[in-house]
């Protein structure tokens, strides 16, 4: 069992950037590919980046590719998102989420249905 936690989130302005940050516990870090996803209000949750296990390999979404980094810490059971020149479409509740399945561990995955642990979800707000 994985527990993660997101922080970082809150109310940021149009052109501004984010760090939103996931903290894992309870499991072996470095044997899930990990990925971001958000929920805007009244709509589906989205992928928007992914890492492989060891790091060497990330997948952005097209609505933030050019503007965002995800990256991991295996030693410190993290990982990053990092989004500048934030829209107010970026405006979602963001979550975390760990995979072990074998066919993400080397490129990630982007589908909801690759991702077996999820955390609670920090919620971003961006003003116009």
């Known amino acids: 069992q994985v527990l993660l936690v997101e922080s970082g989130g809150g109310l940021e302005p149009a052109g501004g950037s984010l760090r939103l940050s996931c903290a894992a516990s309870?499991?072996?870090?470095?044997?899930?590919?990990m990925g971001w996803f958000r929920q805007a209000p009244g709509e589906g949750r989205e992928f928007v980046a992914t890492i492989s296990r060891n790091g060497d390999t990330t997948y952005l979404a097209d609505s933030v590719k050019g503007r965002s980094t995800i990256s991991r810490d295996n030693a410190a059971n993290t990982v990053v998102l990092l989004i500048i020149n934030l829209k107010p479409e970026d405006t979602a509740v963001y979550y975390c989420?760990?995979?072990?399945?074998?066919?993400?561990?080397?490129?990630?995955?982007?589908?909801?249905?690759?991702?077996?642990?999820w955390g609670q979800g920090t919620p971003v707000t961006v003003s116009s």
């Open positions: 309870g499991g072996a870090f470095s044997s899930y590919a």
């Open positions: 989420a760990a995979s072990d399945a074998d066919h993400c561990s080397d490129h990630g995955c982007y589908r909801i249905a690759d991702y077996k642990y």
